[in-house]
């Protein structure tokens, strides 16, 4: 069956530094990747995906995501944190064939401190 | 205006109202999504339609009604709902309902049940 963890359920960073986001993934294909952002009372906006080719995407905001197939990761990072991307953080997987639903994660809580 | 579009925002009602929930995309897909978004609980897939036709219905109990009048418009129709219904509801987009598509969300719907 398909399954999305994210084990980190609230992280807090300082601003201006580096994060880590994971992801892991139960998949019996490799499937579609998906990280979107949701500030509080907004819907969920899409910060990148993973389709095929080079397995370290780039998004908005300047997040990226590595695709390790190994280790059935999908890790969201950024290099330098800014206090608008405190925020609720989902990763998500999707089929590459058959219906296009996608399997969410429980999400991660980020807090930035000044 | 563009993306995705719900109304109400925000919503309240007693167990014996009726009420509609209204969904609207301006990206011209083809595929059209209901999710319920409890706290501390991955989002929840209620309803898949393609080119106005359910394709899916993930369980859903039957006082949540859905309709798709055509391929920009999504309605959810609410009717003797309990306390538990209570969360929000997104809405998404994409252009298809099967193989490769990103889905966009639209701002969600908070409803509280009383």
């Known amino acids: 069956a398909q399954s999305v963890t994210q084990p980190d359920i609230h992280i807090t960073v300082s601003e201006g530094a580096s994060l880590e986001l994971r992801c892991n993934y139960s998949y019996g294909a490799t499937p579609y990747l998906f990280w979107y952002v949701q500030s509080p009372g907004q819907g969920l906006q899409l910060l990148l995906k993973?389709?095929?080719?080079?397995?370290l995407v780039q998004g908005i905001k300047g997040f990226e995501a590595e695709f390790k197939r190994s280790q059935s990761s999908f890790n969201l990072r950024k290099p330098s944190v800014h206090w608008s991307d405190a925020a609720e953080y989902f990763c998500?997987?999707?089929?590459?064939?058959?219906?296009?639903?996608?399997?969410f994660g429980t999400g991660t809580r980020l807090t930035v401190i000044p | 205006e563009t993306g995705v579009t719900q109304t109400p925002r925000h919503l309240v009602m007693g167990m014996t109202n009726k009420k509609s929930l209204k969904c609207e995309q301006h990206?011209?897909?083809?595929?059209m999504y209901w999710y319920k978004q409890s706290a501390k609980k991955p989002l929840e897939l209620m309803f898949v339609?393609?080119?106005?036709?359910?394709?899916e219905n993930n369980s859903v109990p039957s006082r949540f009604s859905p309709e798709c009048p055509n391929s920009s418009h999504l309605f959810l129709h609410l009717h003797t709902l309990q306390p538990e219904d209570s969360a929000l509801y997104l809405c998404?987009?994409?252009?298809?309902?099967?193989?490769?598509?990103?889905?966009?969300f639209g701002p969600g719907t908070r409803l509280l049940v009383l």
């Open positions: 998404a987009s994409s252009p298809s309902s099967s193989g490769v598509g990103t889905q966009y």
């Open positions: 993973y389709f095929s080719g080079d397995t």
């Open positions: 990206l011209g897909h083809n595929a």
């Open positions: 339609y393609s080119l106005e036709e359910r394709v």
């Open positions: 998500a997987v999707g089929a590459r064939t058959g219906a296009n639903n996608l399997f």
